[in-house]
């Protein structure tokens, strides 16, 4: 599984645009990278995934340089509500065998203010 | 509800209880895993169900013991427990093969006196 490396913490203001960047140097043709984000004492919840180039929902885009090793979550205009731990992973989801295991790291824990 | 529900919430028992997490899902997954997050660490993956077999257990003490009767249903069987076993115990579900990623639960908070 490609290790990920991203920001402990950053601090943000209210209706700010975040952007939290991971590096994944090892990450292997058949991964996805997946976002995900945690309120304290709750399970993580999926953010977005993507394979390359941009993807956007409803709550954050996500860009994805050509080499990927690296990405980058785009939050818009955040809120207070959004202060909680950012988690950037990549796997194959066990699409070529060893199972669909995703490997927390220590996540980004983003804080945002008035 | 995120469509995986873990019972109970909280939970505080003593070193000499025994006691079982459970955790229902209903998405049609087929895998399950069991995650310890301690404060202020990284979650943990402590077992991992696929198909209802267990393919993963990583170095876990025998005092916690998994269960997984069907697709839909994980339990964690806890007895002689130590204060140190304090934390948020996460359930999660996905497909064995898929990158959808996980579905967890909210967790069940676990004090040991």
């Known amino acids: 599984l490609a290790k990920t490396t991203q920001p402990i913490s950053m601090d943000s203001y209210e209706g700010q645009e975040v952007n939290i960047t991971c590096s994944h140097n090892?990450?292997?043709?058949?991964?996805?990278i997946t976002w995900y984000q945690q309120f304290p004492s709750q399970g993580p919840r999926f953010i977005i995934q993507g394979y390359k180039t941009k993807v956007t929902n409803e709550v954050a885009s996500l860009f994805i340089p050509a080499d990927r090793k690296s990405s980058t979550l785009s939050l818009p205009r955040v809120s207070l509500s959004d202060t909680a731990v950012y988690y950037c992973?990549?796997?194959?989801?066990?699409?070529?065998?060893?199972?669909?295991?995703?490997?927390f790291g220590t996540g980004t824990q983003l804080k945002v203010e008035l | 509800e995120t469509g995986v529900t873990q019972t109970p919430r909280h939970l505080v028992m003593g070193m000499t209880n025994k006691k079982s997490l459970k955790c229902e899902q209903h998405?049609?997954?087929?895998?399950m895993y069991w995650y310890k997050q301690s404060a202020k660490k990284p979650l943990e993956l402590m077992f991992v169900y696929s198909l209802e077999e267990r393919v993963e257990n990583n170095s876990v003490p025998s005092r916690f013991s998994p269960e997984c009767p069907n697709s839909s249903h994980l339990f964690l069987h806890l007895h002689t427990l130590q204060p140190e076993d304090s934390a948020l115990y996460l359930c999660a579900s996905s497909q064995v093969q898929g990158a959808d990623g996980y579905t967890f639960g909210s967790g069940t908070r676990l004090t040991v006196v």
């Open positions: 992973l990549v796997g194959d989801g066990g699409l070529t065998g060893g199972g669909n295991k995703l490997t």
């Open positions: 998405l049609g997954h087929n895998a």
């Open positions: 090892n990450i292997a043709t058949n991964d996805y």
